[in-house]
């Protein structure tokens, strides 16, 4: 049944460099608004259920251009408020086979996002007007201000009967090298709200600070998962194993962990065109799944093809709808559709 | 030696989104004007004979824009008459890797070619100005004027001694799922005036409803083409077998049947830039071996090589001339020429 | 007050060859979607109201890509439905100085749009729904099915209190250069239905088929239009003056009739970057000043000013805001603003 | 009624930086194929009749490129043969209002046309195909070959009773800045040999150093150009004044000398968009009105039209046709044609 | 003679919407790297001097291209340093004709430039290494580091016999609508420090606060620029009027005070393409004619001419050299040059 | 330790076709300025060394655009003289798969370099700038004078103890196809003055008509380099083995011969983007190795890893800077940075 699901967090512009040039090479960009809280509401949208985002923007030619973007997305942009000055941006060069890409953010702890007082947000309306909301740990790394939101926020949609979402993404490069003991309480308060988590055994490795004897990262897993959805009460856990092979193809297999069971993808290897966004995709499947009552293995097996086209998307939003995700998970090539 | 090849078909206007987007994500298109016709009477004249179109445009900015891109192409537009009102369009969203491409057409039934009443033509004239006429099962999908005009072409072209050729080309798309039946009697009687005729053994078991108890296409093809061959009285019947390899390439191996024999070419395997107009290519091969006088084996293998290099060049319609189709014969891989 | 405002009326992708070439030149086209009842629509939004399509387009990816564009213009799309196979298209190629622009259309007639059935609409619920809907003379020359569809609507919209526009816009291409017999009697009921009517003397002259002995457009202006709201009791008629100047700059002035007296703006002089479209920003101007409850001569004023910016502005639908109108009343030459 | 008109010229590749800025600035160019003759042989196709190129391409994908372009502005290429190894280019750097335009040619004297031998033409071939050759002073500057190929294929044309056309079109960067001496007996050859030329006061004042006490250039034009048509036995004499306006506009009056009579036409002033190539419109504009019986004050006035509408349109060559010049020769500014 | 230029200011990153579009409707972008430090030590670098910037610059892709593109416009980069983070930005939408330009900045504060502590120059060394300096109102208004560098920079000059310039460049959106109180110590401490200072009557009557009883802006400076230059022991004042026309075109007069004198050039009318950095080409101007010992009323005219100019080119940065400027001072209009 | 490092050679204009289209299919170039000399100068200077051309440019646009560029690369332009009228041009069609890219190029015998007279360059003031200085085999088939200029400028340098480094580079259609006999002396005495030199086995049996019976290329490589690095008095001799594979893939090796011993990096296997100018980058890499003092086994590897990431580089020129080799060197595939 179609629901209405909100995501929390920042609107971020990307820009990019066409091509396989460098910055310095080019004198063109390409742009586009995006970030993981744009990336499932669109998502989530494609799949037939009501998607907004929670955010702030300011009221300016940047602030009406990212309107304009999420609503071209299928984002429902009442939940947004305007205000601050700034939009958080990044810009994106190619990589090319052994020649990695590279991301150059501009300063985001200025944006409009980062800088919103409590007061431009309203909690209790928004935890009435969703059955769902998501969260991410990227936002978790922004600042006090915006990780008390994150809770408060949490804290309003748990109390309205709604299910509460939260996708641990830590990136060292927002938290600090070596800051996992500073970020830890914060994890754990929002793994005490979450019903539903995206996570894998570095995460429990390395923000929670568990420890196992085993090597094996599919061991680790299956011995660790279990653990932290007992103690956090998550109702389910889901992440992906990622492998980056030589000749342009990754390959992808997705898990979920639900009472008590383990449900895994096949392992999916296929040609990237643009690897952003696609951890979103994975979770929209995932919540699709459920939000549909699935059977936690094809809930898994549609995350994990959702996945998978989202890296033959340009751009970092998934695209895909139902039909097309069902589609890809029969997976033969096909010739051009004419 | 060189002949006057002909080829009566729709010109199409194709509005290709660049890169990997969608139609939805991008505001940019590029155009050029492609369709079977135009395929074959370019490829043939990129061999050295001289190509002629046989169609009907409108005296609009879009006729305008069609003719110069036939004259750019090397066609010869003397036999293209003007007068109604619209082009026949596609979309083409290309695909990525997983993702499939998409095609999405306009209401080509209104166009100026498929409205043309038989006075547009002088097709006593038109039989008189050429060697062999070219015509495909696209065409004879569109309605019951073209099919006669196809019928009657074909007529006069064969009475005053020339070749006729006709591509099976079935698409269901274009015919409607379940219409075997209503197509089967226009491919009987287009099949009866035909000398050299594209197909293979799908077309006998679906358009022609003949009946094999063999599973392996090869084996099926062996089994019918020669009662087609037989029944219709065709000096030459040939096409090919394509697979879509996991990879981003396809494989192509061709086959040409005249005299009771068979004669098979290399299976290629090579990587694909652009699919579509492969099989015009392939045609445009086998038609300009037969008109140089090529043996059947070399003919086959020319076609296959030319078929290859369609997919590699950029745009529905064929490039290459001999000498470049002869050198990806011996298809070694080379280094940039300098 | 902020109003709910529909528009009925068909979608039209626009291409746009890019620069001052023509489509035999260029091979890269601009693409957008565009029509009466999208402008009208996506202007009144950034004015403040809510802004509805009542339409049908395809479901294939020209109709995803169309809703994705209205949507980013901030149109309201849930009153669209989905259906049929085709969009309406036209090409656009910039004139120069003395060279004109040339305008082709596409096969619009078996659009999605003009072959819709009423059951595609809910007339009763769309006019539940908004407080005044627009339509426009272009539609009402599609043919018998459309024409129905716009009185059935109007007549819903009237009974429930609703306001009803009506623009003449009547296209000599589209009806025939000599149908105004044809035409009249489905402008009678339109106008008999309308409260607010965009027309000028031309309208009066030869669609009503009106007389007059004065020579000078103002003075019959001012003659006819108080005959026509009176026999067709409307409540507001307004429309333009256009002139083309020299130098590359058009001039307009605008009148408002209602209650007995005629309101007119200042004639405006300005570069033109755009034109198409403009007449629909006139129209919005007037609806939102009607709405806001403006004095008529701010209202013909700040439609005047819209209808100018309209000009300025890349694409046909207008894109200025309410401050953005309200700044070029004022009308000083400015710097750029930093 | 239609002709076979011939030139003889260099086909010389357009490389131009997009909009207003510099090489240095830029890293894209604009490419295109032109050069007097191909502007006479392509605006004379557009008139109606058969438009031929005489010249030399290599056979390499420039020459390649050049082919296809020139069939795609309705060129005759039968008569251009293949051979050599380069192709002229220039590079044009577009000025804006104050800051004049640039144009920087490569190497032309290597090209293919310039360094072709006789023995690449079949002269009575190429005299036998046509009514009219049109020859080019910027040709006559080349070197000794060309300019010997220049007056065989005058001879030869003129021995078979067809019309030669000499257009003096003197450039000083090309002769050298004090080469009138040099120039002068090559000129006057061409002139004996001419029916038709295009020159005006300047071209008798200083390369065949005719005097004038007069200070006003049309007091000159009227002195000298007469003593000049029966010096050298010239059936008509045409040319323009232009002047450069200081707002983005230019002024053109046309004239045509004939039977002792001078005809003028009116002054054209319009804003200039592309000025390269207009004074080929202008010349081909005469020898229509010429072949096609026109009065001469009728073919005068269509000429400047014709130079008018070449200064709107992108690229040197002119593209309008025979109604659109009949059109602007009314020259009403004119709304978007829909 | 040449000397040795430097200027300290911040690398702005120049991300302009192409045409005429705004942000929300476009997805390309076209970028460069300006501020007022950048036009001035490239513009004096074209007219043979040596230029260098003192600026800060992250070591990321952003400040490798900054650095790429400042060598390329032929700056001299060894003074600058590498450190921080951030490049600050500004988005810019061209504004058509009534309807203004935009541009949007980003939190340039943060920028490595603004965040650079003393240590990050040696300001001793630049000194030695330069023969004039040149500061601007902009970089003043930014934070009281930046603002600490400033004068220690004009004091070491000073010490070492360097001429300093000062340019006055009150921007409101900057320090604040009603900052004035704040910043004029600030001014007054740099125009102590200047010899050279560019500035007008308005900046004489706000930020200094004197005061006038006439009204006209002619009197007005020539009745307070010598009381400024005498409070503050400047050499010379400079700086220009503008008006901005109906018709697409602005109008500049320069002024000179110096030895108590006024030198005005002619006022010039002209049309405009880019407005921005126009009058940091002035500045360039002026200080060009002083470091070759113009005549000052050659040093104003040249100094418009080179303003002037500016307006004609793409992007912030002029790129005349002496030769263009001087052909610009001569203003005729003129032809392609080829 | 930093070196300064020059190389001689000429600038060529290089015009990419974009995609994969031919140039008779687009309208669009992109272009940018490379050469061997401009791309050892870049690489090195990328490397953290000085790198300058010894080069000559025409004083006009494309001189002027090509001086930016080369700035913008990093490239000290100091040794550079102006002059002459022509710069070299070459036209890239990228290939796809099966089918070559093709080069074409102009008549690059006329440029400024290849006609530049002794005169413009001071061999003795280049001689001492430089600690080391590059030429190639390229230059060496252009003409006398350009040999002349090389062989004084390797002797003034080898003079005052710089290193004199020449790259074979045979490329048979710069010198004729037989012309080996005509070649051979000019390389003999370049190899006499040369302290390093970039070549492999088919040079000694081609250019120097040295002889083996080996069939093997290793064991011809080991037989040949250390006969010709004792006859020449080389002090290190390196060079590459290419392998083109049929995955769209190169693997390469290369080789690094001195005191009597040769080193080998691994054979590396990658996927190409651009490989033109790779080699370009080797050589630079094994210069960069000796300057810094590397073992000869990590010099090998390093040239090796250069080169391969100049594959995947857009553009002729390399740029890679060391901290990115030396990542490239361990060669793990990785993940967008960010």
Redesign the interface.
């Known amino acids: 049944m179609p629901k209405r699901i909100a995501a929390y967090g920042e609107v971020m512009m990307r ?1 990019q460099v066409p ?7 080019e ?6 608004f995006s970030g993981t809280g744009v990336n499932i509401a669109s998502a989530i949208a494609r799949f037939g259920h009501t998607g907004y985002l929670v955010s702030t923007l300011p009221d ?3 602030g ?2 990212a ?3 999420l ?4 984002i429902g942009t009442s939940l947004i408020s305007r205000g601050g ?3 958080g ?5 190619n ?13 985001r702890l ?1 944006s409009s996002f980062n800088t919103a007082a409590d007061e431009m947000y309203d909690f209790g309306a928004i935890a009435e007007s969703v059955d769902m909301i998501h969260f991410c740990g990227i936002t978790l790394s922004m600042n006090d201000t915006v990780r008390g939101q994150m809770k408060t926020l949490a804290r309003e949609v748990k109390a309205r009967g709604g299910t509460v979402v939260f996708d641990c993404n830590y ?1 060292p ?1 927002l938290w600090g090298a070596d800051r996992y003991d500073f970020a830890k309480p914060h994890y754990e308060e929002m793994l005490s709200l979450a019903d539903i988590v995206f996570m894998n055994e570095k995460d429990a490795l390395y923000i929670l600070g568990m420890e196992t004897t085993r090597e094996d990262r599919n061991e680790q897993l299956q011995e660790l998962i279990p653990q932290v959805a007992a103690k956090y009460n998550i109702t389910v856990a889901s992440g992906t194993h990622r492998k ?5 193809t990754h390959s992808l297999r997705g898990y979920l962990y639900t009472d008590g069971v383990f449900y895994f993808s096949q392992t999916l290897t ?4 643009d ?2 966004g696609a951890g979103d995709a994975y979770a929209s499947g995932v919540l699709h799944g459920i939000s549909e009552g699935y059977e936690p293995g094809r809930t898994v097996d549609f995350a994990a093809a959702a996945a ?2 989202a ?5 970092d939003t998934p ?1 895909a709808n139902e039909r ?1 995700v069902l589609q ?1 998970m029969s ?1 033969h ?6």
């Open positions: 820009l091509g396989y040039a460098s910055l310095a090479q004198s063109h960009l390409n742009y586009s300016n030619p940047l009406e251009a309107i304009s973007y609503r071209k997305l299928g000055k700034y939009v941006m990044y810009f994106l060069e990589g090319f086979g052994v020649r990695p890409g590279r991301v150059t953010y501009t300063d200025g990136r490069s980056i092979n030589g000749d342009n296929f040609s990237v065109h690897r952003i998978m086209l890296h033959t998307v340009t751009g695209t097309e890809a997976q090539m096909s010739d051009v559709e004419r």
